[in-house]
T-cell receptor
Protein backbone atom coordinates (compact mmCIF):
# COMPACT_ATOMS: atom_id res chain seq x y z
CA UNK A 1 0.00 0.00 0.00
CA UNK A 2 1.33 3.42 -1.02
CA UNK A 3 1.73 5.51 2.07
CA UNK A 4 3.58 8.12 4.09
CA UNK A 5 4.26 7.25 7.71
CA UNK A 6 5.28 9.47 10.61
CA UNK A 7 6.42 8.71 14.13
CA UNK A 8 5.60 9.48 16.82
CA UNK A 9 1.95 10.45 16.36
CA UNK A 10 1.82 12.28 19.66
CA UNK A 11 4.67 13.80 21.67
CA UNK A 12 4.78 15.91 24.80
CA UNK A 13 8.21 17.26 25.66
CA UNK A 14 9.93 20.04 27.59
CA UNK A 15 11.68 23.13 26.36
CA UNK A 16 15.20 22.45 25.11
CA UNK A 17 15.02 18.67 24.85
CA UNK A 18 16.08 17.61 21.36
CA UNK A 19 13.62 15.53 19.40
CA UNK A 20 13.24 13.94 16.00
CA UNK A 21 10.06 13.20 14.09
CA UNK A 22 10.56 10.54 11.45
CA UNK A 23 8.90 10.45 8.04
CA UNK A 24 9.06 7.68 5.49
CA UNK A 25 7.40 7.10 2.10
CA UNK A 26 7.28 3.99 -0.05
CA UNK A 27 6.29 5.58 -3.37
CA UNK A 28 9.79 6.41 -4.61
CA UNK A 29 8.90 10.10 -4.60
CA UNK A 30 11.72 12.55 -5.10
CA UNK A 31 10.01 15.49 -3.40
CA UNK A 32 9.31 15.54 0.33
CA UNK A 33 8.16 18.37 2.56
CA UNK A 34 7.33 19.23 6.15
CA UNK A 35 4.41 21.45 7.15
CA UNK A 36 3.07 22.74 10.39
CA UNK A 37 -0.63 23.35 10.87
CA UNK A 38 -1.87 25.95 13.34
CA UNK A 39 -5.46 27.18 13.85
CA UNK A 40 -6.31 29.98 11.45
CA UNK A 41 -2.94 29.77 9.67
CA UNK A 42 -3.45 26.74 7.46
CA UNK A 43 -0.51 24.63 6.32
CA UNK A 44 2.86 26.35 6.29
CA UNK A 45 5.93 24.78 4.78
CA UNK A 46 8.94 24.31 7.07
CA UNK A 47 11.51 22.57 4.86
CA UNK A 48 11.46 20.62 1.66
CA UNK A 49 13.72 18.27 -0.26
CA UNK A 50 13.95 17.83 -4.01
CA UNK A 51 16.04 14.66 -3.76
CA UNK A 52 18.67 12.88 -1.67
CA UNK A 53 21.07 15.35 -0.05
CA UNK A 54 19.08 18.30 -1.46
CA UNK A 55 17.11 20.25 1.14
CA UNK A 56 15.96 23.85 1.41
CA UNK A 57 14.01 26.20 3.63
CA UNK A 58 10.31 26.78 3.30
CA UNK A 59 8.33 29.64 4.79
CA UNK A 60 8.90 28.94 8.51
CA UNK A 61 12.26 27.15 8.93
CA UNK A 62 13.50 28.81 12.15
CA UNK A 63 14.17 26.30 14.91
CA UNK A 64 14.04 23.24 12.65
CA UNK A 65 16.52 21.06 10.80
CA UNK A 66 16.06 18.26 8.28
CA UNK A 67 18.16 15.70 6.50
CA UNK A 68 17.66 13.51 3.43
CA UNK A 69 20.21 10.73 3.43
CA UNK A 70 17.91 8.20 1.79
CA UNK A 71 15.18 8.82 -0.75
CA UNK A 72 12.43 7.34 1.41
CA UNK A 73 13.22 9.12 4.70
CA UNK A 74 13.00 12.79 5.66
CA UNK A 75 13.28 13.34 9.43
CA UNK A 76 12.43 16.64 11.10
CA UNK A 77 14.75 17.65 13.93
CA UNK A 78 14.05 20.15 16.69
CA UNK A 79 17.35 20.65 18.46
CA UNK A 80 16.02 22.93 21.19
CA UNK A 81 12.22 22.94 21.10
CA UNK A 82 10.31 25.94 22.42
CA UNK A 83 6.62 26.34 23.31
CA UNK A 84 5.94 28.25 20.06
CA UNK A 85 6.73 25.03 18.21
CA UNK A 86 3.68 23.36 19.73
CA UNK A 87 1.75 22.41 16.63
CA UNK A 88 0.46 19.67 14.35
CA UNK A 89 3.13 18.55 11.92
CA UNK A 90 2.62 16.85 8.58
CA UNK A 91 5.13 15.23 6.30
CA UNK A 92 4.21 14.98 2.62
CA UNK A 93 5.71 13.50 -0.52
CA UNK A 94 5.10 13.96 -4.22
CA UNK A 95 6.46 12.93 -7.58
CA UNK A 96 7.21 16.60 -8.33
CA UNK A 97 6.78 19.69 -6.11
CA UNK A 98 4.34 21.83 -8.01
CA UNK A 99 2.05 19.91 -10.32
CA UNK A 100 1.25 16.60 -8.70
CA UNK A 101 -0.71 15.28 -5.75
CA UNK A 102 1.01 15.55 -2.40
CA UNK A 103 0.51 12.55 -0.13
CA UNK A 104 0.40 13.45 3.53
CA UNK A 105 1.44 11.43 6.53
CA UNK A 106 -0.98 10.97 9.46
CA UNK A 107 0.42 13.92 11.40
CA UNK A 108 2.37 14.38 14.64
CA UNK A 109 0.82 16.35 17.46
CA UNK A 110 3.69 18.02 19.36
CA UNK A 111 3.32 19.83 22.65
CA UNK A 112 6.31 21.68 24.13
CA UNK A 113 5.95 22.78 27.76
CA UNK B 1 6.26 33.93 -4.01
CA UNK B 2 2.65 32.86 -4.45
CA UNK B 3 -0.06 34.41 -2.24
CA UNK B 4 -3.26 32.36 -1.89
CA UNK B 5 -6.35 33.88 -0.29
CA UNK B 6 -9.25 31.60 0.63
CA UNK B 7 -12.81 32.58 1.57
CA UNK B 8 -14.86 32.08 3.61
CA UNK B 9 -13.05 30.77 6.66
CA UNK B 10 -16.25 29.09 7.87
CA UNK B 11 -19.25 28.04 5.81
CA UNK B 12 -22.44 26.53 7.21
CA UNK B 13 -25.02 25.07 4.81
CA UNK B 14 -28.11 22.94 5.11
CA UNK B 15 -27.78 19.33 4.10
CA UNK B 16 -28.72 19.02 0.45
CA UNK B 17 -27.75 22.60 -0.42
CA UNK B 18 -24.68 23.63 -2.42
CA UNK B 19 -21.43 25.01 -1.04
CA UNK B 20 -18.90 27.22 -2.81
CA UNK B 21 -15.40 28.04 -1.60
CA UNK B 22 -13.26 30.59 -3.43
CA UNK B 23 -9.53 31.13 -3.71
CA UNK B 24 -7.44 33.79 -5.39
CA UNK B 25 -3.78 33.54 -6.32
CA UNK B 26 -1.17 36.09 -7.28
CA UNK B 27 1.24 34.40 -9.70
CA UNK B 28 -0.12 34.46 -13.24
CA UNK B 29 2.32 31.69 -14.18
CA UNK B 30 0.65 29.20 -11.81
CA UNK B 31 -0.80 26.26 -13.72
CA UNK B 32 -1.98 23.67 -11.20
CA UNK B 33 -4.71 24.15 -8.57
CA UNK B 34 -5.55 21.34 -6.16
CA UNK B 35 -8.15 21.11 -3.42
CA UNK B 36 -7.55 19.08 -0.27
CA UNK B 37 -10.08 17.87 2.27
CA UNK B 38 -9.14 17.33 5.90
CA UNK B 39 -11.61 15.52 8.10
CA UNK B 40 -11.38 16.00 11.85
CA UNK B 41 -8.24 14.34 13.20
CA UNK B 42 -7.15 13.13 9.77
CA UNK B 43 -4.56 14.07 7.20
CA UNK B 44 -5.31 16.34 4.21
CA UNK B 45 -6.23 14.37 1.09
CA UNK B 46 -6.55 15.51 -2.49
CA UNK B 47 -10.16 15.55 -3.69
CA UNK B 48 -9.89 17.31 -7.03
CA UNK B 49 -7.41 19.37 -9.02
CA UNK B 50 -7.42 21.41 -12.19
CA UNK B 51 -4.72 22.45 -14.60
CA UNK B 52 -4.65 25.78 -16.36
CA UNK B 53 -5.54 24.41 -19.78
CA UNK B 54 -9.18 23.77 -18.70
CA UNK B 55 -11.80 25.98 -17.13
CA UNK B 56 -13.83 23.40 -15.23
CA UNK B 57 -13.52 19.87 -13.94
CA UNK B 58 -16.19 17.71 -12.32
CA UNK B 59 -16.13 14.56 -10.25
CA UNK B 60 -19.60 13.45 -9.16
CA UNK B 61 -20.84 16.08 -6.66
CA UNK B 62 -17.70 18.19 -6.64
CA UNK B 63 -16.40 20.55 -9.30
CA UNK B 64 -13.66 23.11 -9.61
CA UNK B 65 -13.75 26.15 -11.86
CA UNK B 66 -10.78 28.28 -12.88
CA UNK B 67 -10.71 31.85 -14.12
CA UNK B 68 -7.15 32.56 -15.18
CA UNK B 69 -7.86 36.14 -16.17
CA UNK B 70 -9.16 37.00 -12.73
CA UNK B 71 -6.72 34.61 -11.04
CA UNK B 72 -9.28 32.79 -8.98
CA UNK B 73 -10.60 29.27 -8.68
CA UNK B 74 -13.53 27.81 -6.79
CA UNK B 75 -14.67 24.52 -5.31
CA UNK B 76 -18.34 23.65 -5.76
CA UNK B 77 -20.05 20.91 -3.77
CA UNK B 78 -23.63 20.07 -4.71
CA UNK B 79 -26.22 18.11 -2.73
CA UNK B 80 -24.11 18.36 0.41
CA UNK B 81 -24.10 15.42 2.80
CA UNK B 82 -22.95 15.07 6.44
CA UNK B 83 -19.70 13.43 5.32
CA UNK B 84 -18.80 16.64 3.48
CA UNK B 85 -18.19 18.32 6.85
CA UNK B 86 -14.45 19.01 6.96
CA UNK B 87 -11.80 21.66 6.44
CA UNK B 88 -11.02 22.34 2.78
CA UNK B 89 -7.73 23.81 1.56
CA UNK B 90 -6.96 25.24 -1.84
CA UNK B 91 -3.38 25.50 -3.06
CA UNK B 92 -1.32 26.94 -5.87
CA UNK B 93 2.25 26.22 -6.94
CA UNK B 94 5.15 28.52 -6.27
CA UNK B 95 8.85 28.59 -6.90
CA UNK B 96 11.34 31.25 -6.04
CA UNK B 97 13.25 32.76 -3.17
CA UNK B 98 14.55 29.31 -2.28
CA UNK B 99 11.08 27.85 -1.87
CA UNK B 100 9.44 25.26 -4.09
CA UNK B 101 6.13 23.49 -3.74
CA UNK B 102 2.53 24.43 -2.99
CA UNK B 103 1.22 27.43 -1.08
CA UNK B 104 -1.97 26.55 0.78
CA UNK B 105 -4.88 28.78 1.65
CA UNK B 106 -5.78 29.10 5.31
CA UNK B 107 -8.68 26.69 4.97
CA UNK B 108 -12.48 26.72 5.05
CA UNK B 109 -14.36 24.88 7.76
CA UNK B 110 -17.47 23.53 6.04
CA UNK B 111 -20.32 22.63 8.37
CA UNK B 112 -23.29 20.65 7.06
CA UNK B 113 -26.38 21.31 9.14
CA UNK B 114 -28.89 18.43 9.31
Amino acid sequence: EAQVTQNPRYLITVTGKKLTVTCSQNMNHEYMSWYRQDPGLGLRQIYYSMNVEVTDKGDVPEGYKVSRKEKRNFPLILESPSPNQTSLYFCASSFRPRAYEQYFGPGTRLTVT
Amino acid sequence: GENVEQHPSTLSVQEGDSAVIKCTYSDSASNYFPWYKQELGKRPQLIIDIRSNVGEKKDQRIAVTLNKTAKHFSLHITETQPEDSAVYFCAAPYSGGGADGLTFGKGTHLIIQP
